[in-house]
């Protein structure tokens, strides 16, 4: 159907590679004795970069910036290129996808591309743009043969439907890149957002948390109509207006309930929490 990375061989082989990257994945291809890396491995193999970088999760410079282009990503790159349960959750995507005949489509931090592979198989009319600011060679040079696929650093135009997944609970005004994305999503297009607001691994910021109960409040205030979901992600409808102040009240709402709801337990509490969330949210408060 579309080529995958076969081992880890094909990636330590690849051209692109500096000398650094090749040695770093050789290492730990090592560490894994030259099999397929599982998700716990994955994460914890990045928790010990975010460490020895010493990131700080408040504050963004160049140490976030050199844990985004460190090849750990690569190895996770490949992970995900494998791994069974992503290989049909990608699927179940581009079906969707496909439903809606999409001319134009946007994958926002598409990493190495495998979503947007799938998507060109299944919609091979459709244009589709990788959006990727940290993009590798290797990623783009596996996307070269596919004339439909092309990767960006910014949005560009409009598009009829976009999907970000897991990206916004790695970025700092995850609000902010949801508004100016959804502003080149045409009116009554869809976006599919599939996050994950807690503590699985270090790159996922606390600050965000919160967004675990508010996420889809902050959205419907922003002009963003949640409809089904759809695995693990949500899938929105773009209305005819959209407001960032309004988003941003959102949030801090969000923000302020999650602090309550986070210190008592009570069964159900999460949902509560959304409830809650929704209700303020249609109420303004």
Same mark, same amino acid.
């Given at each position: 159907?579309?080529?995958?990375?076969?081992?880890l061989?094909?990636?330590?082989?690849?051209?692109?590679?500096?000398?650094?990257?090749?040695?770093?994945? %050789?290492?730990?291809?090592?560490?894994?004795?030259?099999?397929?890396?599982?998700?716990?491995?994955?994460?914890?193999?990045?928790?010990?970069?975010w460490?020895?970088?010493?990131?700080?999760?408040?504050?963004?410079?160049?140490? #976030?910036?050199?844990?985004?282009?460190?090849?750990?990503?690569?190895?996770?790159?490949?992970?995900?290129?494998?791994?069974?349960?992503?290989?049909?959750?990608?699927?179940?995507?581009?079906?969707? &996808?496909?439903?809606?005949?999409?001319? $134009?489509? &946007?994958?926002?931090?598409?990493?190495?591309?495998y979503? &947007?592979?799938?998507?060109?198989?299944?919609?091979?009319?459709?244009?589709? !743009?990788?959006?990727?600011?940290?993009?590798?060679?290797?990623?783009?040079?596996?996307?070269?043969?596919?004339?439909?696929?092309?990767? $960006?650093?910014?949005?560009?135009? !409009?598009?009829?439907?976009?999907?970000?997944?897991?990206?916004?609970?790695?970025?700092?005004?995850?609000?902010?890149?949801?508004?100016?994305?959804?502003?080149?999503?045409?009116?009554? /297009?869809?976006?599919?957002?599939?996050n994950?607001?807690?503590? !699985? #691994?270090?790159?996922?910021?606390?600050?965000?948390?919160?967004?675990?109960?508010?996420?889809?409040?902050?959205?419907?205030?922003? /002009?963003? $109509?949640?409809? %089904?979901?759809?695995?693990?992600?949500? #899938?929105?409808?773009?209305?005819?207006?959209?407001?960032?102040?309004?988003?941003? &009240?959102?949030?801090?709402?969000?923000?302020?309930l999650?602090?309550?709801?986070?210190?008592?337990?009570?069964? /159900?509490?999460?949902?509560?929490?959304?409830?809650?969330?929704?209700?303020?949210?249609r109420? $303004?408060?």
């Amino acid at each position: 159907m579309y080529p995958l990375i076969s081992d880890l061989n094909f990636i330590l082989e690849h051209g692109s590679l500096t000398d650094e990257e090749r040695e770093w994945l %050789s290492t730990a291809s090592g560490q894994l004795h030259n099999r397929e890396p599982l998700l716990s491995q994955i994460h914890q193999m990045m928790d010990e970069v975010w460490d020895e970088l010493n990131c700080d999760p408040m504050v963004n410079d160049q140490r #976030i910036a050199d844990f985004y282009s460190h090849p750990v990503w690569l190895l996770n790159g490949f992970f995900i290129g494998q791994d069974p349960q992503s290989r049909q959750i990608r699927e179940t995507f581009a079906e969707w &996808a496909a439903s809606h005949s999409p001319l $134009r489509i &946007a994958d926002i931090g598409g990493g190495f591309g495998y979503l &947007a592979l799938e998507l060109s198989h299944q919609i091979p009319t459709a244009e589709i !743009d990788i959006i990727e600011p940290y993009a590798h060679p290797l990623s783009v040079s596996l996307m070269e043969p596919f004339g439909n696929i092309r990767f $960006r650093k910014k949005l560009q135009g !409009d598009y009829d439907l976009m999907f970000a997944t897991d990206v916004f609970e790695h970025l700092w005004d995850p609000v902010t890149t949801a508004y100016e994305s959804t502003l080149h999503l045409r009116k009554g /297009g869809f976006f599919l957002m599939a996050n994950a607001f807690k503590a !699985d #691994i270090l790159c996922h910021l606390p600050q965000h948390f919160h967004f675990y109960y508010g996420w889809e409040s902050t959205m419907r205030a922003m /002009g963003l $109509r949640p409809l %089904s979901k759809l695995l693990y992600g949500r #899938i929105y409808q773009r209305q005819e207006f959209v407001s960032i102040i309004a988003a941003k &009240a959102a949030a801090a709402r969000s923000r302020k309930l999650c602090n309550f709801i986070e210190t008592v337990y009570f069964p /159900g509490r999460r949902k509560t929490g959304r409830l809650l969330n929704e209700l303020f949210t249609r109420m $303004r408060l």
